[in-house]
């Protein structure tokens, strides 16, 4: 220094001499070394915590250290916000800083500028300026306002430069601690200062915008550092080279590292900026990745490893992704690149130049580049600690940068293998073993170049050798590395056995446990035999088995031998204290899940390995090993999931199937059992420490929302302390886990007893394999079994799993067994806690913001491709539609899963994927019949699959859509989602068969189509054609791949029977062989079918099989006559229902012998209720066996009793024993006990039916049926119940003649000893104790059927009810009429409303046309299958049912009331009710009048005074009840009734000919009206093709003649009974007794009054075809009204329904009725009726109509009526009978009392609507439809039924009428819908649908007619309801006996004229009086028409007792 300062000395004096360069470098040295001890010392270089990018404000910072060495900064400072460490300088300080000061003054003063020679570069004078400042502030000294310079103003020379080089120091020194410079210069203010000046070094430019831009970073004014940064990263492209100069090497260097850090400031700054943006995240990449690059320029490895760790950092957390792979791949490669180039310059350099610490800093040309890089930037190398990717490990502080380097080579890696670039991925791997030095970091280069030769097929020995030294775990982990990426099967298998074989150690067995299971699984998907691999997985359970821990080692006895492991598998270590460690066998870090599975793409090839003998296995240490011995709950975790897996891999087929199943969940009970038991006392402990009110508190501290905690339940009242386990089934079904036990297992003093995530590693694994037990149980019939474990899984999903919508699905999958086991209450409870079925809010929005976030990932690979092909730096311009879509979708196949998993390690299970439940809660939800919700949860979940190419969910996910497809009818759009699903993943064998079965099903019942069961066929040929093609291939899987086809097989029987019978419905097609070969070749298949899954242990399915087997044999025997071969049908039906009975049996008591039965008895299992089910369908063949055998016994009784006593002694003595053949005495002995066969069946079913109403209700029937059938087997007396009034008293007074002559002639030789009278007394004796019997069995009978009878309609079981009231009129026949009378009632009740119930399901095919619709299919769907699923106790089906009785009309009129026996006496008393029905088989016809008593006056008590005249006689009662029964055959009915179908089509067809004649006359006529007349006379002609048509016309009278003639032989029998009924009663001397003794003069008796009847006629569907208001029984002149009906229950609704309305006046002239009527008036909301007002304005203008309303009658208000009149103008210019002309005239001729508010809509107005018609129809109280075709087809059936018109009283339907142009509209139209809504627009189908709509009456046509036929009964009808009054079943009957009708002139004047000044109560004849006081013409004396067939084809069906009035 001394020299220096003589220098100096010397050059101050005598000049420096233009050496201004040296000058200042020595004041510079000078000061310096005054300076140096008094500068504060250096920061800390404790490494500091990372700064949070997401709020920069409160990010931790580096040290701030001083870039100049001189001018170090005392004290690191974390933020502005904190505390600044001061520094004082020593007074001692001051000549030295004075001195320094005087140095720099001076050579600042020399190079000023004032002398231009004496200007230096500013690169020079920069270290001057520093050190200038530096002193200022130590001296603590301010520094003005012109920075250095005397002008601020002054922009001359160098001074704009200098002012900003001394705003940078002053900013980076102000914070030191030193001194703080006031009014200091801001960085916005330094940054203006950088920008003046024009520099004329760029490289001193470059330096300190670098240096600016870093003392912005550490100022967080992170704007202001990225605006610096880009301007020092602008010299990248200009470049600090000076121009026309020779390029200077370590200028670029510096240059380059100036750049490098820009670049890593800039990308900080970015990172602490990004706050969750990808994007910025992205520019941060982009800026350290140009960083990694600068430094390669520069040469300086460690600026290259700084920025790599940098861009390791920010990468991290998008490494993970399979597209952030693909976006890093290409800079990867390049930063890779520039490792190697500068690591092998480095290490060259290391070996010329000593090893230094620390990087140059900022200012490499100045002397302030001595502090560390890092912490000079502030970056944070500990960032560099993890990697999220391949599980290597970079050391903390960043030092292993070998560890980085293998790191980013396995990102690469990962990156070439997402796109399946192995070659290229084999490259890279290999330079990486050559760049890497010979370090333990290549292993993990080893690792990814042993995983891709693999891949390609290539030997890995080498390879492999290389992790010889690695622990067993890591060479075992390889090892499985390599099978897993293998192709050959035989090398995949090598690398399992030595993965197995490496581990030795017992700290590995868990390790070991897994690869044995991984093995055993990829044996069985391999096609290894079973054996094999099952032996793997027991393997695997003996590991487990041998482990002990500490509970099970303190039970054993102390010293016992342990046992060797063999095969080098170790087995469990001594216990130990505390949870058992890594050496005694403890868990390993899964490896099975996720983390390995990243490069597991494996397409193993079908080869066999060449066998091998392996010895397997070890052995047992404790033989004598119990469950209950087992306490560690990880371990029986693992032996329940080994069972499992055993169980799947053996099969159905396997007998240990069943073993496994209940081994397994033996485990999960005892898993139960060590949770509960251990967590006992520390509950006690827990609750003395008050840790529960801790815990309780601390949630309420979280805010955690009740709804959204899964663990807030309401929880059932709790029995006994907290760790009790549950001991019934009942408690199971509502077990909730405490919160006590809950809190329990998760402390540490549980150990391995808790239920936790210590215990259970693999929760998601473990909930896989319960659901697939659980499924299993279910399947077998073990379903009680499964409440355990439902039980556990729900543990698991609420406190492990911690999933709210997995824990959902739980609860409805309980909700599904607690009701498939009956128990309604514990369902209940489960559905409260699942809740209301809908998408959690806070999943859908996680949902959509993960498919958001991904899709933004993908548009950014696309953008960064197309940027760097394009050298494009923005992305912002890149709009989505300009990108390739292609591109898109590739990455999206390849990319977005990440990884393949091998075919036999199925999907990770690692993560709760909201997908996957949402499609399982959907599957759920369909099963149960909640649609919208599971539709919601599809759609969601298929737009998550579709979005993250989650292919297998999104093939689920379609199948399902399928399935509910098919639930709602969509069934073309079911079959296009299974072949959707089929194209998306070509899925396992389990999963096409799905499809298939369903497309199946879909096909046969899309009913649109005729040929639909057709095509279903085709696909089950072709199905079973690919299956048996598959099942040869894949033997292993024999059990499955058997068992679909036998599903194929025997479906394919069914569908052909379905087939047969469709195309030949009736018993007598049945016989013709073509039909029998089918279905005998259909129920062979169903045969093979059931025998093939019964070999394969598929029980349950081929019960089912076998049960409709037996079925249709049954039915070919009812329709063979043949005697033989109807008992061969027989004995094959009954040997099937049998096999099937002992299958179902042995089921069930497997099932039953598990469980004590007292457990079992308060609920009822599947099983149990599929063995009840076989039960009755085999007693229901029984029954039919014994029915016939009666049958056949009483014909044979019956012979015999007509031979004589001749022919019965020659018999027996000429007769020999028969020779009978094997089927007879099969017969035989099959018939010989089948009545007590029959009640043990039967009475068995009935102890089994455990709270299920509707198999107990068939089994009291068939019990009642077996007792009657034997009632009637033990009745020695031939005739039967129904033929008393039929028996031949002739032939019984011969007999009792015969037997008197023989009592005469052998009386007085009879001895009471001898062998005749013994013999006649015994058999007497035995008659009589026979019919005793008969009687006892007749009395069991009937009362059991009638326990039956009320229990089916108590829960509207109308089949069994129908059934079971036929059977009780059988047991009372004709012994009790009135009785019998009432239950044929029933019983067509029944019939009827299921006849009606199926017509609404037929209107009501497509569920989405109506709400009603929707619940009826809904309903069906969940009875389908009720006797396995039992849902008809389901919450669901309560509120279907709830809601379709309250909201229509249609299903209230299905209901068959408990009372309807009494019903009767509701109705009116004049009604006469006749019931017609057939039974089902129609073998009989049953007829009868029902017993409704009538009272008339009785003969006055002697005691009464005669003379008084008020006197009202006593009444007696009369009853009518008559029952008869006919025999018939169906085919008898079915022949007469197609008769009367042809002939209605024939009369159809002849109406159009007709039709078409006349319009072709018509417009020959119009032709020849213009021709004159001598023209006129030529052209025409006789008309001789109306005389053919007269013919036709006469030959369908004459055919018509001929069917009533054959319906009134068909019905003889019953309707001689009606004629006996209704015959005129005759006055008598009986009849005058009851006339008071005041009128018995004949001058006061008068004419005797007339005896009429209402008749009403009940038939079935098929009589109700036919006219049967023709029968000549029903002529008689005493029916004054005749209507039909369906049943007596319909009926009674229409009756019923009307008395709870508003009641009706009865008189015009009560004014108390008015006033009520008009309130009613005004709350009515107003009508929708154009028109209506208008129409009540004409109220002035009526003739008030005074009409009483006799007693039992009904008005119609006339205001009311609406009509439709030729809606489509279809009829032609030429008709004469125009509808609309019609119905005007009608309207003027009653205009003025009837038809002035009438309102509808006329053809020649518009077509109306739908809409409209459904308006018309409501508000009305009669509706009137006049026109063409048929009714139905201008309303569709499925909008009638949906209809409430209980107020519309009347419906009139003009229709069925042709004309050419309707007809050839109609055909249009009928050819677009389908035969089964065809079938519904017949008229007996429509008045059915009508009524079901609320309407009282209907008057309709049966066939078709004329127009001129619809108009004259449009007048005459209405003539007779409006003019004169009658009601609507007088007015029907005067339909079919017109020529009764009074004649017009006969009428009085016409209800136009002005009425009588009396009010016409004794002129008109509206009131009846007219009729009353006239005399009726006598009929005899007129002889009666011949009726004709127009006259029956208008019939009324409903009330007779309906009046129009005026209201």
């Known amino acids: 220094?001394?020299?220096?300062?003589?220098?100096?000395?010397?050059?101050?004096?005598?000049?420096?001499?233009?050496?201004?360069?040296?000058?200042?470098?020595?004041?510079?040295?000078?000061?310096?070394?005054?300076?140096?001890?008094?500068?504060?010392?250096?920061?800390?270089?404790?490494?500091?915590?990372?700064?949070?990018?997401?709020?920069?404000?409160?990010?931790?910072?580096?040290?701030?250290?001083?870039?100049?060495?001189?001018?170090?900064?005392?004290?690191?400072?974390?933020?502005?916000?904190?505390?600044?460490?001061?520094?004082?300088?020593?007074?001692?300080?001051?000549?030295?800083?004075?001195?320094?000061?005087?140095?720099?003054?001076?050579?600042?003063?020399?190079?000023?500028?004032?002398?231009?020679?004496?200007?230096?570069?500013?690169?020079?004078?920069?270290?001057?300026?520093?050190?200038?400042?530096?002193?200022?502030?130590?001296?603590?000294?301010?520094?003005?306002?012109?920075?250095?310079?005397?002008?601020?103003?002054?922009?001359?020379?160098?001074?704009?430069?200098?002012?900003?080089?001394?705003?940078?120091?002053?900013?980076?020194?102000?914070?030191?601690?030193?001194?703080?410079?006031?009014?200091?210069?801001?960085?916005?203010?330094?940054?203006?200062?950088?920008?003046?000046?024009?520099?004329?070094?760029?490289?001193?430019?470059?330096?300190?915008?670098?240096?600016?831009?870093?003392?912005?970073?550490?100022?967080?004014?992170?704007?202001?550092?990225?605006?610096?940064?880009?301007?020092?990263?602008?010299?990248?492209?200009?470049?600090?080279?000076?121009?026309?100069?020779?390029?200077?090497?370590?200028?670029?260097?510096?240059?380059?590292?100036?750049?490098?850090?820009?670049?890593?400031?800039?990308?900080?700054?970015?990172?602490?900026?990004?706050?969750?943006?990808?994007?910025?995240?992205?520019?941060?990449?982009?800026?350290?990745?140009?960083?990694?690059?600068?430094?390669?320029?520069?040469?300086?490895?460690?600026?290259?490893?700084?920025?790599?760790?940098?861009?390791?950092?920010?990468?991290?957390?998008?490494?993970?992704?399979?597209?952030?792979r693909e976006l890093i791949k290409e800079p990867l490669k390049s930063i890779l690149q520039c490792l190697a180039t500068t690591s092998k310059a480095d290490k060259e350099k290391q070996d010329n130049i000593p090893v230094q610490g620390g990087s140059k800093g900022i200012g490499t040309s100045a002397p302030s580049t001595q502090q560390s890089t890092e912490q000079r930037l502030g970056l944070d190398p500990a960032k560099t600690s993890q990697t999220q990717l391949i599980g290597a490990a970079v050391s903390k502080g960043g030092g292993d940068d070998l560890t980085l380097r293998a790191a980013l080579y396995g990102v690469l890696f990962q990156s070439f293998a997402d796109q399946g670039e192995y070659e290229d991925g084999l490259k890279a791997m290999d330079q990486a073993v050559n760049d890497m030095p010979r370090t333990k970091h290549r292993l993990l280069i080893y690792k990814h170049r042993v995983i891709v030769k693999a891949k390609l097929g290539r030997n890995v020995g080498m390879d492999i050798q290389k992790f010889k030294d690695e622990s067993e775990e890591y060479v075992a982990h390889m090892w499985r590395k390599v099978a897993l990426c293998s192709k050959e099967e035989l090398d995949q298998l090598s690398c399992y056995q030595n993965a197995i074989e490496a581990l030795n150690a017992p700290n590995t067995n868990w390790q070991k446990f897994d690869y044995l299971i991984e093995m055993g699984q990829w044996m069985y998907v391999n096609e290894f035999p079973l054996q094999d691999a099952c032996d793997q997985l027991e393997w695997a359970a003996d590991i487990l088995l041998n482990m002990k821990f500490e509970s099970l080692a303190k039970k054993e006895v102390k010293g016992k031998q342990k046992g060797k492991p063999r095969k080098g598998s170790g087995k469990g270590g001594a216990p130990r204290g505390g949870r058992k460690s890594p050496s005694e066998g403890g868990k390993t870090p899964e490896k099975n899940d996720q983390s390995d599975a990243e490069s597991a793409d494996i397409n193993a090839a079908d080869y066999i390995p060449v066998e091998k003998h392996i010895t397997i296995g070890l052995l047992p240490n404790n033989t004598s090993l119990n469950v209950k011995d087992l306490c560690d709950v990880q371990q029986l975790d693992g032996l329940f999931r080994v069972h499992v897996l055993l169980a799947q891999?053996?099969?159905?087929?396997?007998?240990?199937?069943?073993?496994?199943?209940?081994?397994?969940?033996?485990?999960?009970?005892?898993?139960?059992?060590?949770?509960?038991?251990?967590?006992?006392?520390?509950?006690?402990?827990?609750?003395?420490?008050?840790?529960?009110?801790?815990?309780?508190?601390?949630?309420?501290?979280?805010?955690?929302?009740?709804?959204?905690?899964?663990?807030?339940?309401?929880?059932?009242?709790?029995?006994?302390?907290?760790?009790?386990?549950?001991?019934?089934?009942?408690?199971?079904?509502?077990?909730?886990?405490?919160?006590?036990?809950?809190?329990?297992?998760?402390?540490?003093?549980?150990?391995?007893?808790?239920?936790?995530?210590?215990?259970?590693?693999?929760?998601?694994?473990?909930?896989?394999?319960?659901?697939?037990?659980?499924?299993?149980?279910?399947?077998?019939?073990?379903?009680?079994?499964?409440?355990?474990?439902?039980?556990?899984?729900?543990?698991?999903?609420?406190?492990?799993?911690?999933?709210?919508?997995?824990?959902?699905?739980?609860?409805?999958?309980?909700?599904?067994?607690?009701?498939?086991?009956?128990?309604?209450?514990?369902?209940?409870?489960?559905?409260?806690?699942?809740?209301?079925?809908?998408?959690?809010?806070?999943?859908?929005?996680?949902?959509?913001?993960?498919?958001?976030?991904?899709?933004?990932?993908?548009?950014?690979?696309?953008?960064?491709e197309i940027r760097s092909k394009m050298n494009i730096d923005k992305e912002d311009g890149i709009e989505l539609r300009a990108i390739d879509k292609l591109k898109v979708e590739k990455l999206k196949k390849n990319t977005v899963s990440g990884k393949t998993e091998a075919s036999h390690l199925g999907k990770p299970l690692g993560k709760v994927e909201i997908r996957d439940v949402w499609t399982e809660t959907a599957h759920a939800l369909i099963k149960q019949g909640v649609y919208q919700p599971a539709r919601e949860m599809l759609n969601e979940a298929h737009k998550n699959a579709q979005c993250f190419g989650d292919k297998e969910t999104e093939a689920r996910i379609l199948y399902i859509f399928g399935l509910l497809s098919y639930h709602e009818a969509q069934f073309a759009q079911a079959i296009n989602f299974c072949h959707e699903a089929q194209m998306t993943l070509e899925g396992d064998e389990m999963f096409w068969f799905d499809t298939a079965w369903l497309m199946i099903d879909a096909t046969a019942a899309d009913k649109s189509n005729r040929e639909c069961h057709r095509e279903a066929r085709k696909m089950l040929i072709h199905a079973l054609n690919v299956y048996t093609e598959v099942a040869s291939e894949r033997p292993n899987k024999e059990s499955l791949t058997g068992y679909i086809l036998a599903r194929l097989e025997a479906r394919l029987g069914s569908i052909q029977v379905k087939i047969a019978l469709e195309t030949y419905p009736t018993e007598a097609d049945l016989v013709k062989p073509k039909v029998n070969e089918a279905l005998i070749s259909a129920c062979t298949k169903m045969a093979n079918g059931a025998n093939k899954l019964l070999d394969l242990g598929y029980l349950r399915?081929?019960?089912?099989?076998?049960?409709?087997?037996?079925?249709?044999?049954?039915?070919?025997?009812?329709?063979?006559?043949?005697?033989?071969?109807?008992?061969?049908?027989?004995?094959?039906?009954?040997?099937?229902?049998?096999?099937?009975?002992?299958?179902?049996?042995?089921?069930?008591?497997?099932?039953?012998?598990?469980?004590?039965?007292?457990?079992?008895?308060?609920?009822?299992?599947?099983?149990?209720?599929?063995?009840?089910?076989?039960?009755?369908?085999?007693?229901?063949?029984?029954?039919?066996?014994?029915?016939?055998?009666?049958?056949?016994?009483?014909?044979?009784?019956?012979?015999?009793?007509?031979?004589?006593?001749?022919?019965?002694?020659?018999?027996?003595?000429?007769?020999?024993?028969?020779?009978?053949?094997?089927?007879?005495?099969?017969?035989?002995?099959?018939?010989?006990?089948?009545?007590?066969?029959?009640?043990?069946?039967?009475?068995?079913?009935?102890?089994?039916?455990?709270?299920?109403?509707?198999?107990?209700?068939?089994?009291?029937?068939?019990?009642?049926?077996?007792?009657?059938?034997?009632?009637?087997?033990?009745?020695?007396?031939?005739?039967?119940?129904?033929?008393?009034?039929?028996?031949?008293?002739?032939?019984?007074?011969?007999?009792?003649?015969?037997?008197?002559?023989?009592?005469?002639?052998?009386?007085?030789?009879?001895?009471?000893?001898?062998?005749?009278?013994?013999?006649?007394s015994t058999a007497i004796t035995t008659a009589k104790t026979q019919l005793e019997n008969s009687h006892k069995y007749f009395l069991d009978a009937s009362e059991i059927l009638t326990q039956a009878l009320n229990l089916a309609l108590q829960h509207q079981f109308k089949d069994i009810a129908g059934l079971a009231a036929l059977e009780i009129a059988e047991c009372f026949g004709q012994f009790d009429p009135a009785t019998t009378s009432m239950h044929l009632a029933l019983y067509q009740s029944c019939q009827s409303a299921i006849y009606m119930e199926d017509l609404l399901m037929r209107a009501q095919q497509d569920p989405t046309c109506?709400?009603?619709?929707?619940?009826?299919?809904?309903?069906?769907?969940?009875?389908?299958?009720?006797?396995?699923?039992?849902?008809?106790?389901?919450?669901?089906?309560?509120?279907?049912?709830?809601?379709?009785?309250?909201?229509?009309?249609?299903?209230?009129?299905?209901?068959?009331?408990?009372?309807?026996?009494?019903?009767?006496?509701?109705?009116?008393?004049?009604?006469?009710?006749?019931?017609?029905?057939?039974?089902?088989?129609k073998k009989y016809l049953y007829g009868a009048i029902l017993d409704k008593p009538k009272t008339v006056p009785a003969a006055p008590e002697v005691s009464k005074k005669p003379d008084k005249k008020n006197m009202v006689p006593p009444l007696q009662s009369v009853t009518k009840a008559r029952v008869v029964r006919i025999e018939t055959s169906s085919r008898s009915i079915s022949k007469l009734v197609e008769k009367f179908k042809a002939h209605k089509h024939e009369v159809m067809l002849l109406l159009l000919k007709a039709e078409y004649q006349r319009t072709a006359i018509a417009q020959r006529q119009k032709m020849l009206a213009n021709l004159d007349d001598n023209s006129r006379k030529e052209s025409e002609e006789p008309a001789e093709e109306n005389t053919e048509l007269e013919e036709d016309i006469e030959n369908m009278e004459d055919d018509f003649k001929k069917l009533t003639g054959a319906m009134e032989t068909y019905l003889k029998p019953i309707s001689q009974q009606f004629y006996m009924a209704f015959r005129p009663a005759t006055v008598t001397s009986?009849?005058?007794?009851?006339?008071?003794?005041?009128?018995?003069?004949?001058?006061?008796?008068?004419?005797?009054?007339?005896?009429?009847?209402?008749?009403?006629?009940?038939?079935?569907?098929?009589?109700?075809?036919?006219?049967?208001?023709?029968?000549?029984?029903?002529?008689?002149?005493?029916?004054?009204?005749?209507?039909?009906?369906?049943?007596?229950?319909?009926?009674?609704?229409?009756n019923y329904q009307d008395s709870q309305g508003k009641k009706r006046k009865k008189s015009r002239g009560e004014e108390s009725n008015k006033k009520p009527a008009a309130k009613d008036d005004k709350n009515k909301p107003p009508s929708r009726i154009p028109g209506l007002r208008d129409a009540s304005k004409k109220q002035a203008k009526f003739i008030p109509l005074d009409r009483n309303l006799p007693p039992n009658c009904h008005g119609v208000d006339t205001n009311n009526f609406r009509f439709m009149v030729d809606v489509n103008s279809d009829c032609a210019e030429t008709e004469q009978d125009k509808p609309e002309e019609l119905f005007n005239s009608l309207m003027n001729r009653y205009s003025q009392q009837f038809t002035t508010r009438w309102l509808g809509i006329m053809g020649s107005e518009y077509v109306p609507s739908v809409g409209e018609w459904e308006l018309y129809l409501t508000e009305s109280t009669s509706f009137l439809f006049y026109g063409m075709e048929r009714f139905?087809?201008?309303?569709?059936?499925?909008?009638?039924?949906?209809?409430?018109?209980?107020?519309?009283?009347?419906?009139?339907?003009?229709?069925?009428?042709?004309?050419?142009?309707?007809?050839?509209?109609?055909?249009?139209?009928?050819?677009?819908?389908?035969?089964?809504?065809?079938?519904?627009?017949?008229?007996?189908e429509t008045a059915a649908l009508i009524s079901l709509t609320g309407v009282k009456t209907i008057f309709t046509n049966q066939w078709h007619c004329a127009l001129v036929e619809n108009g004259t009964k449009l007048m005459d009808l209405m003539k007779d309801l409006l003019e004169r009054g009658h009601t609507a079943g007088e007015t029907a009957r005067y339909l079919f006996v017109p020529f009764r009708r009074k004649p017009d002139d006969e009428d009085e004047e016409p209800v136009n004229d002005q009425p009588p000044e009396n009010g016409g109560k004794d002129g008109e004849t509206e009131n009846g009086s007219q009729v009353e006081d006239k005399p009726e013409p006598e009929p005899e004396s007129e002889a009666e028409p011949e009726p004709e067939r127009g006259w029956y084809n208008m019939v009324c069906y409903g009330l007779p007792n309906l009046i129009v009035v005026q209201v």
């Open 1 to 324: 220094m001394e020299h220096l300062v003589t220098v100096y000395d010397g050059m101050k004096k005598v000049g420096h001499a233009g050496e201004t360069v040296l000058l200042v470098n020595i004041c510079v040295a000078l000061a310096y070394a005054l300076i140096q001890p008094w500068l504060p010392p250096p920061p800390s270089k404790e490494p500091v915590a990372p700064p949070v990018a997401v709020v920069p404000q409160s990010a931790s910072e580096s040290g701030k250290g001083n870039k100049s060495p001189k001018k170090q900064r005392a004290a690191p400072t974390v933020s502005k916000a904190q505390t600044k460490v001061a520094f004082t300088v020593s007074p001692d300080a001051g000549p030295d800083l004075k001195k320094a000061l005087e140095y720099v003054t001076y050579a600042m003063e020399v190079t000023s500028g004032k002398n231009p020679a004496d200007l230096i570069p500013i690169a020079v004078r920069y270290p001057l300026l520093q050190m200038w400042v530096q002193i200022k502030q130590l001296s603590q000294q301010q520094i003005g306002k012109g920075l250095g310079t005397e002008d601020e103003t002054n922009m001359e020379g160098q001074k704009p430069m200098t002012r900003a080089q001394v705003a940078i120091e002053i900013l980076a020194l102000t914070n030191n601690g030193v001194m703080e410079f006031k009014e200091g210069p801001t960085v916005t203010d330094v940054v203006a200062l950088m920008e003046a000046p024009v520099w004329s070094d760029k490289l001193i430019e470059l330096q300190l915008w670098t240096r600016l831009a870093l003392l912005a970073y550490e100022d967080k004014e992170h704007n202001q550092s990225i605006y610096c940064a880009k301007k020092s990263l602008t010299f990248e492209l200009t470049g600090t080279q000076p121009k026309n100069k020779k390029f200077d090497s370590h200028r670029f260097m510096v240059e380059q590292e100036m750049l490098t850090y820009a670049s890593i400031i800039l990308g900080q700054s970015l990172m602490e900026n990004m706050a969750g943006k990808n994007s910025i995240r992205r520019d941060a990449m982009s800026a350290f990745f140009n960083a990694a690059r600068f430094g390669k320029n520069a040469k300086n490895y460690d600026l290259v490893i700084l920025s790599v760790r940098h861009y390791w950092n920010a990468s991290l957390p998008l490494v993970s992704s399979p597209i952030e």
């Open 649 to 864: 891999v053996a099969g159905r087929q396997s007998p240990a199937f069943a073993d496994y199943c209940l081994m397994a969940q033996a485990y999960v009970m005892g898993i139960w059992e060590s949770a509960l038991s251990a967590s006992g006392p520390i509950i006690k402990e827990l609750s003395k420490s008050g840790a529960f009110d801790k815990a309780s508190s601390a949630n309420k501290a979280k805010g955690k929302k009740p709804e959204k905690d899964v663990s807030v339940k309401e929880k059932p009242k709790r029995k006994g302390p907290p760790e009790a386990l549950p001991t019934s089934h009942e408690e199971w079904a509502q077990y909730d886990v405490p919160d006590e036990v809950i809190e329990a297992c998760k402390q540490e003093a549980i150990k391995g007893a808790g239920i936790n995530n210590k215990t259970i590693p693999k929760p998601g694994l473990t909930y896989h394999y319960m659901d697939l037990l659980v499924s299993f149980l279910r399947d077998i019939g073990y379903n009680h079994l499964a409440l355990p474990i439902l039980a556990m899984m729900d543990f698991i999903t609420r406190d492990i799993l911690k999933s709210r919508a997995l824990n959902t699905l739980v609860h409805l999958k309980s909700v599904e067994v607690c009701i498939e086991l009956n128990m309604p209450t514990a369902a209940l409870y489960h559905e409260n806690l699942a809740g209301e079925p809908a998408i959690d809010e806070d999943e859908l929005a996680k949902s959509r913001e993960e498919m958001e976030v991904l899709k933004e990932k993908q548009l950014q690979v696309v953008k960064e």
């Open 1101 to 1320: 399915e081929s019960v089912t099989i076998r049960t409709e087997h037996g079925g249709i044999l049954w039915k070919l025997a009812q329709a063979y006559p043949d005697k033989d071969t109807k008992h061969s049908y027989y004995m094959q039906a009954m040997h099937i229902f049998r096999k099937a009975v002992h299958i179902a049996e042995e089921i069930c008591e497997n099932v039953q012998t598990l469980m004590p039965l007292q457990e079992l008895r308060n609920h009822c299992l599947p099983v149990q209720r599929e063995l009840v089910d076989a039960k009755l369908a085999m007693s229901d063949c029984m029954l039919d066996i014994l029915r016939v055998y009666i049958d056949e016994e009483r014909d044979k009784q019956l012979q015999e009793m007509r031979k004589g006593s001749v022919e019965k002694v020659l018999e027996e003595m000429i007769s020999q024993s028969p020779d009978l053949s094997q089927e007879e005495r099969d017969w035989i002995d099959l018939t010989k006990c089948i009545g007590e066969d029959v009640m043990s069946e039967v009475k068995s079913a009935h102890n089994l039916c455990n709270g299920i109403p509707n198999l107990k209700a068939r089994a009291l029937y068939n019990i009642g049926k077996a007792l009657r059938l034997l009632a009637v087997h033990k009745n020695p007396n031939a005739p039967s119940l129904w033929e008393l009034d039929e028996m031949n008293m002739l032939k019984m007074e011969e007999a009792l003649l015969t037997e008197g002559e023989t009592e005469e002639e052998t009386d007085d030789t009879m001895d009471t000893t001898s062998k005749t009278y013994i013999k006649y």
């Open 1410 to 1481: 109506s709400q009603q619709a929707a619940l009826l299919h809904q309903r069906a769907l969940l009875l389908e299958n009720d006797t396995t699923t039992n849902l008809s106790i389901g919450t669901m089906m309560k509120t279907i049912n709830k809601k379709l009785e309250a909201d229509w009309q249609a299903l209230r009129r299905l209901v068959v009331l408990p009372n309807h026996l009494d019903i009767i006496r509701e109705l009116p008393g004049d009604f006469n009710i006749v019931v017609m029905q057939h039974s089902p088989d």
């Open 1630 to 1694: 009986q009849n005058t007794a009851t006339i008071p003794e005041g009128k018995k003069d004949k001058k006061d008796l008068g004419p005797p009054e007339p005896v009429t009847e209402t008749l009403i006629i009940m038939a079935d569907p098929n009589l109700l075809e036919m006219p049967l208001e023709a029968l000549s029984s029903f002529q008689s002149d005493t029916v004054v009204s005749l209507t039909r009906d369906f049943s007596l229950q319909m009926l009674y609704h229409r």
């Open 1832 to 1884: 139905m087809d201008y309303i569709p059936p499925s909008k009638l039924v949906t209809l409430n018109i209980p107020e519309c009283l009347m419906t009139f339907l003009f229709d069925m009428a042709n004309t050419s142009q309707s007809f050839l509209t109609q055909s249009k139209r009928d050819v677009k819908k389908n035969a089964s809504i065809l079938t519904l627009e017949k008229p007996v």
